[in-house]
């Protein structure tokens, strides 16, 4: 079993940073997504990491904004979000599934209850 709690979010203007963490409890061998959803929307895939930290994914829509890491001696994985546009504006969920990361809500086992991010502009 793994426990996933998301910290972080908040309300913030459009060009501004944010970091949000993602604390795990139990088995930490995990490969770690970071999803989002909009208002009326369905959870869309932002960023994946897996287990090492050595290969990362992101959506097209936040490459080169968005920085994923993790440090596993803290069981905790982190968004970096920088350049931040009201788009962005979603609640952000990490989820945890074995082995790689993929871009499907339904293959992950676990996730956290969520963080809001609001952009203004």
């Known amino acids: 079993q793994v426990q996933l709690v998301e910290s972080g979010g908040g309300l913030v203007q459009a060009g501004d940073s944010l970091r949000l963490s993602c604390a795990a409890s139990?088995?930490?061998?995990?490969?770690m997504g970071w999803f989002r959803q909009a208002p009326g929307k369905e959870r869309v895939f932002v960023s994946g990491i897996n287990w090492s930290g050595r290969s990362t994914d992101y959506a097209d829509s936040v490459k080169g904004r968005f920085t994923i890491s993790r440090d596993n001696a803290k069981n905790t994985v982190y968004l970096q979000m920088g350049a931040l546009k009201p788009e962005d504006t979603a609640v952000y969920y990490c989820a945890a599934r074995r082995l790689i990361t993929t871009m499907t809500a339904a293959d992950y086992d676990y996730w956290g209850q969520g963080t809001q991010v609001t952009v203004s502009s």
């Open positions: 139990g088995r930490t061998f995990y490969a």
